[in-house]
């Protein structure tokens, strides 16, 4: 069965929005760095992203932030990749004792224009052979990949819906907020599905979004003008925000 947004809450034990820092990953020490800095400033989890270097360079970095972290949450992006390449890469790191709770694409190949859905179709089978078990947030309508038609928002989700456990979108670009209308199209096509953000949240417009029930940022958390290094006042801040909408939802 799907995971449903009631199960996604009590997973990550928040009842408002779940905030995930996205570290863009320079070395270990860097990544280190930032991770101990979103554990002790209260966020869920975290999700590493390779913006700079290829996947092969990236996976000893996981291996050790993994081995330094046992117990917190990690997610990663594989940059420009599907799932296809990815799953694959996922289960042998758990062969090997590097568990990854949840896989994160830009780009889950949802088609909204067709009547099937091969690419996406591909990658679940994928999925399911390699036997990897995280969480699946599936980019949809997300920037930098194929335009979808404004009218078309609630169909591309509807159908993203059947394919990972957190259908997961954005504004049209890095630290641009996303349009309130296409999240309420999104929350109409998923009333009981979770949905994920992934740019533009900052802690002064958070509220905004209490449609949406995970926060995936760097640019609003990150000091001013740095891409890699979180502020520590930032996150908590943000971290605060969402823990007193929980309590007021």
Same mark, same amino acid.
């Given at each position: 069965?799907? @995971? ?6 009590? @997973? ?13 990953? @320079? ?9 101990? @800095? ?18 092969? #360079? ?36 758990? +062969? ?10 830009d780009d ?40 979808? =038609? ?22 049209? #670009? ?9 999240? #309420? +199209? ?5 009333? =009981? ?19 949406? =029930?995970c926060f ?27 823990? =007193? ?5």
């Amino acid at each position: 069965m799907p @995971l449903n947004r009631s199960e996604f809450h009590k @997973l990550f034990k928040s009842p408002g929005p779940v905030v995930l820092p996205v570290i863009h990953v @320079l070395d270990e020490t860097q990544t280190a760095h930032n991770v101990e @800095l979103s554990v002790t400033s209260g966020a869920a989890g975290v999700f590493l992203i390779n913006h700079d270097f290829g996947i092969d #360079a990236f996976l000893p970095v996981l291996e050790a932030i993994r081995g330094r972290c046992p117990d917190f949450w990690i997610g990663v992006n594989f940059l420009a990749v599907t799932g296809l390449k990815a799953f694959p890469i996922l289960a042998d790191l758990d +062969e090997r004792g590097v568990r990854i709770d949840a896989y994160w694409a830009d780009d889950a190949r949802i088609d909204e224009s067709a009547v099937t859905q091969e690419e996406a179709d591909n990658i679940a089978a994928t999925r399911t052979a390699c036997g990897w078990e995280g969480l699946y947030f599936g980019g949809t309508a997300f920037k930098k990949q194929r335009p979808v =038609d404004p009218k078309d928002y609630a169909r591309a989700a509807g159908i993203a819906g059947g394919f990972m456990d957190v259908v997961t979108t954005s504004g049209i #670009a890095t630290g641009h907020s996303a349009d309130l209308g296409k999240l #309420a +199209e999104f929350r109409g096509a998923l009333p =009981d599905r979770p949905i994920a953000l992934a740019s533009g949240i900052t802690p002064d417009n958070a509220t905004d979004y209490d449609m949406v =029930d995970c926060f995936m940022v760097a640019t609003g958390i990150n000091f001013e003008n740095d891409f890699y290094n979180i502020d520590p006042a930032r996150l908590s801040q943000l971290v605060d925000v969402c823990r =007193d909408m929980g309590e007021t939802s």
